[in-house]
């Protein structure tokens, strides 16, 4: 094998180590015109279930 500082051995067995993984950072690699548009979906699907909500509410008190 090339490079036995990669190598763990085990009685007679090599074990490839792992990869360290590099630490997770707090920023997303999301682009922001992404973002805007999830945030806009999500209040145009909360809009449609509380403006029929609010209108059969407001229908219903006013009777």
Not at 30 to 47: D, E, H, N, R, Y
Request: charged share 30%; no cysteine.
């Amino acid at each position: 094998m090339k490079d036995e500082k990669s190598y763990e051995t085990v009685g007679n067995i090599k074990i490839k180590e792992a990869k360290k993984r590099k630490k997770n950072r707090k920023s997303s690699d999301t682009p922001i015109g992404v973002k805007i548009f999830v945030w806009v979906m999500f209040f145009a699907m909360l809009a449609s279930i509380v403006a029929p909500l609010v209108y059969y509410f407001i229908t219903a008190t006013s009777k």
